[in-house]
T-cell receptor
Framework: GDSVTQMEGPVTLSEEAFLTINCTYTATGYPSLFWYVQYPGEGLQLLLK?????DKGSNKGFEATYRKETTSFHLEKGSVQVSDSAVYFCALSSTNTGNQFYFGTGTSLTVIP | NAGVTQTPKFQVLKTGQSMTLQCAQDMNHNSMYWYRQDPGMGLRLIYY???????DKGEVPNGYNVSRLNKREFSLRLESAAPSQTSVYFC?????????????FGPGTRLTVT
């Protein structure tokens, strides 16, 4: 069935470092892809999304491009801040999943000053 | 505009006790969901309601029941709690079930079963 796999954490970076969190997906159809962020003690918030191949989602300096040829949706940010410390989840949804969401296991990011 | 609200925020139960987790949304969304979050497992769907009057099982429905009380409210009931149900529970809603519509999440309920 459809699924997402994201890189294991935890990830620790210094402030202003470049961030990449890898996410790959398996899908028989044409899913929509999402990145959610969870700050400590809170629920998940949508960070960005892309609904078709070659779309780029962006928000708050984060970007991810929907790459059908490599079945990937990697999250990137050029210069992380301490406030970016959180858990990041990749997710997909498509008609093949019965319109349900499937989430990756999450990647914990800690940014140190 | 409160978004998705959940009560309670924390709960401790003894094995065999029952309880109901409450969820409400004020965004006029049609679809609502219950997930559980366990370390290393991501989020797993327990039940969802694509529209008022309908409910369907998700990936891990055993031990749970749900009620879509009206368009705003979707409750999750544990009839006889077990330690394996210790988890963080999230309610979510979306305009319509499925792509490309994103889901909006509540703050979660942290449940411990002893």
């Amino acid at each position: 069935g459809d699924s997402v796999t994201q890189m294991e954490g935890p990830v620790t970076l210094s402030e202003e470092a470049f961030l990449t969190i890898n996410c790959t997906y398996t899908a028989t159809g044409y899913p929509s892809l999402f990145w959610y962020v969870q700050y400590p003690g809170e629920g998940l918030q949508l960070l960005l999304k892309a609904t078709k191949a070659d779309d780029k989602g962006s928000n708050k300096g984060f970007e991810a491009t929907y790459r059908k040829e490599t079945t990937s949706f990697h999250l990137e940010k050029g210069s992380v801040q301490v406030s970016d410390s959180a858990v990041y989840f990749c997710a997909l949804s498509s008609t093949n999943t019965g319109n349900q969401f499937y989430f990756g296991t999450g990647t914990s990011l800690t940014v140190i000053p | 505009n409160a978004g998705v609200t959940q009560t309670p925020k924390f709960q401790v139960l003894k094995t065999g006790q029952s309880m109901t987790l409450q969820c409400a949304q004020d965004m006029n969304h049609n679809s609502m969901y219950w997930y559980r979050q366990d370390p290393g497992m991501g989020l797993r769907l327990i039940y969802y309601s694509a529209s008022e009057g309908t409910t369907d099982k998700g990936e891990v429905p055993n031990g749970y029941n749900v009620s879509r009380l009206n368009k705003r409210e979707f409750s999750l009931r544990l009839e006889s709690a077990a330690p394996s149900q210790t988890s963080v529970y999230f309610c979510a809603s979306s305009v319509i079930a499925g792509a490309p519509y994103e889901q909006y999440f509540g703050p979660g309920t942290r449940l411990t079963v002893t």
